[in-house]
């Protein structure tokens, strides 16, 4: 596969048509970024980042359950593009797109996104409709197989950049103990253990290396705690700038007192995992240390899921819609309509400050991957994200009115989800209630 060198100076992009709180409103103000010619960070890559920074698809109309959102999104199913086809860009067998879209722009202006399997690799290239897959394995947990190593089959979940050159990355790691005979391979489920690390890049994302400190969140029990069911930290969004940081949601699923659901987590500094805390009784007040350290009090480590009304499901991509200032969630999820009939397929909802949720309501109709018995519905969806390739953002994290969704679609093998799987890309637009 064509691995696309670093550019001295930034080309002309390409646009997607061309090619086919009173406290919380003002924490989570966006954060104003530096200009293009000024995102080199004073002092080099190592300088401590604190405080504000200088085809089958129905489009939805489903109702909202929490109150309408305050922007409305709708998808031109029509205007299709693959970014990744795995018959034609895969580097091995199980090369597949197994989180949502995750991008930004290094310092010489390439794309890098990441949307990979536990052998992380990036699609490269001077724009979206560019974008090439390499073959270039950047990051790839040790597979330990244990839980207390936080160092297990590990994912590149998140990714932002102040300078293009220091690239941090949150990571999903899963200990998953059937493997070691734990669990019998068909309750596999019962000994999952998931935590979010940390990894970090100095040359633009070319390779990346393990934090230290390493772990960025973890349930206040150990793996053999939560045996007989899936428990942990999963699947973080990108991260955002907000006011004094930085901010992500990650899905929380665990024992009581912990409730399930999507917790809101920020820092002041990308370069200490350790200083990541999530919300909890109206302040970011709240770790989620190393239980392997010593005994925990699990009361004393929850987090407060975020608006379970709106944001029913994991929470896969926020993004913020510059001209409103609304942020905007995408999730996957089924729920009844107004008729009472199921309807599955990506759903959003919007916020003014990250706290306080309006939705969901339907914005793609597709069948789901993790769905359906005895056999997964053919040509399903999932891992959706906005993204706008023609955001000014490094971190592509601002929306104009047309930006684009992404999602993983599936091919089935047999009457299973297997590798075959293509990332898509389709236009939205948006507008206001």
């Not at 699609?123 to 207390?148: K, N, Y």
């Not at 949150?170 to 391979?185: F, M, N, Q, S, T």
């Not at 990346?208 to 960025?216: D, G, I, K, T, Y």
């Not at 399930?260 to 002041?268: E, F, K, M, Q, V």
């Amino acid at each position: 596969m064509t691995v696309l060198p670093g550019r001295a100076v930034e080309p002309p992009r390409r646009t997607f048509d061309e090619k086919w709180h009173e406290g919380s409103k003002a924490l989570f103000k966006k954060a104003t970024l530096p200009s293009s010619a000024s995102r080199t960070a004073p002092g080099g890559p190592s300088r401590v980042l604190r405080g504000t920074l200088a085809a089958g698809l129905t489009v939805g109309a489903g109702a909202a359950t929490a109150g309408e959102p305050a922007l409305t999104l709708t998808v031109d199913p029509g205007r299709e593009r693959l970014l990744f086809r795995h018959e034609r860009d895969a580097c091995e067998t199980w090369d597949i797109p197994d989180t949502p879209s995750r991008a930004y722009r290094d310092a010489a202006g390439t794309i890098h996104l990441f949307q990979s399997h536990h052998r992380a690799r990036s699609l490269e290239g001077p724009d979206f409709a560019s974008l090439a897959h390499s073959c270039t394995v950047v990051f790839e947990g040790r597979q330990r197989d244990d839980p207390a190593s936080f160092d297990n089959a590990s994912w590149i979940a998140s990714t932002f950049t102040t300078d293009g050159r220091t690239v941090h990355a949150v990571v999903h790691d899963e200990y998953r103990g059937h493997r070691l005979g734990a669990c019998a391979p068909r309750d596999a489920a019962a000994c999952w253990y998931n935590a979010l690390t940390a990894a970090v890049s100095t040359d633009g994302g070319a390779s990346f290396r393990p934090a230290e400190p390493r772990l960025v969140a973890a349930l206040p029990r150990r793996a053999e705690e939560t045996r007989g069911a899936q428990a942990g930290v999963f699947e973080p969004t990108n991260i955002v700038a907000v006011t004094g940081g930085f901010a992500m949601m990650a899905n929380v699923v665990a024992p009581a007192p912990q409730r399930s659901g999507n917790c809101l987590l920020r820092t002041d500094d990308l370069t200490d995992a350790s200083r990541w805390r999530a919300w909890a009784s109206g302040a970011f007040a709240t770790r989620l240390p190393d239980p392997y350290a010593g005994d925990l009090d699990p009361a004393a480590h929850v987090c407060d899921p975020i608006d379970p009304a709106a944001l029913p499901w994991p929470v896969t991509s926020l993004t913020r819609h510059e001209a409103s200032g609304q942020w905007i969630a995408t999730m996957k999820g089924r729920r009844a309509d107004g008729d009472g009939v199921e309807r599955t397929g990506i759903f959003y909802a919007t916020s003014p400050d990250l706290l306080h949720w309006q939705g969901p309501a339907l914005l793609l109709e597709a069948p789901l991957m993790g769905s359906g018995t005895p056999c997964a519905p053919e040509r399903p969806i999932g891992y959706p994200a906005l993204v706008d390739p023609e955001s000014s953002d490094r971190n592509f994290t601002t929306l104009g009115d047309r930006p684009a969704l992404t999602f993983v679609r599936a091919q089935l093998d047999g009457c299973e989800v297997g590798p075959d799987r293509d990332i898509v890309m389709v236009q939205v637009r948006i507008g206001r209630r």
